[in-house]
């Protein structure tokens, strides 16, 4: 919990600086590109969690890695080393990106489908979506085959289920009582 915590402080604290220096966006895909490669690299995270790895070390290797990056992202990366908090470089990327979609009034649409969606569909969603939310919308598919058919749609805090495997359940229970 202190660690998301402090992950927001530093993301809020970054997203400000960034807005002083009209550099949002470029921070933004230097964030996205720090939270892919700890999310695809198992290396790289074991690297930043390693206590033995002592702070300079892995500052010098984020900043190799990452030597395109934004002054204001190195700037994080010093003030990690001085604090010794490495370790949640990846929850602070994460909560930059969140905090710069909802600056620029981005939300994200979850759709959860037994199979890959279609580009057809994809526009087929977004429309529907757009005749209840007036943000920009991206949407994020997840792949679960559980689910057997339909889909799931979730916008922030609510989730419309038209899963066949939700259908189901919901008989199971109408015939169980």
Do not use: C, W
């Amino acid at each position: 919990m202190a660690t998301s915590r402090a992950a927001i402080r530093y993301a809020k604290a970054i997203l400000d600086i960034a807005q002083a220096n009209n550099t949002t966006a470029t921070v933004n895909n230097d964030m996205l590109a720090i939270a892919t490669a700890v999310k695809e690299s198992k290396e790289l995270k074991d690297f930043l969690h390693n206590p033995v790895v002592k702070g300079p070390a892995k500052f010098a290797a984020i900043s190799e890695v990452f030597a395109s990056a934004q002054e204001e992202t190195k700037g994080l990366f010093r003030l990690l080393q001085e604090n010794s908090r490495f370790e949640i470089l990846s929850a602070i990327a994460s909560q930059y990106n969140t905090l710069f979609d909802e600056l620029n009034n981005v939300e994200t649409a979850i759709v959860t489908t037994a199979i890959p969606m279609t580009a057809d569909l994809e526009t087929k969603v977004l429309a529907k979506i757009a005749t209840f939310s007036n943000k920009k919308i991206t949407l994020k598919n997840n792949v679960d085959p559980a689910i057997i058919g339909g889909f799931i749609l979730r916008i922030g805090d609510k989730q419309y289920n038209a899963s066949v495997a939700n259908s189901l359940q919901q008989l199971k229970r109408e015939f169980s009582n």
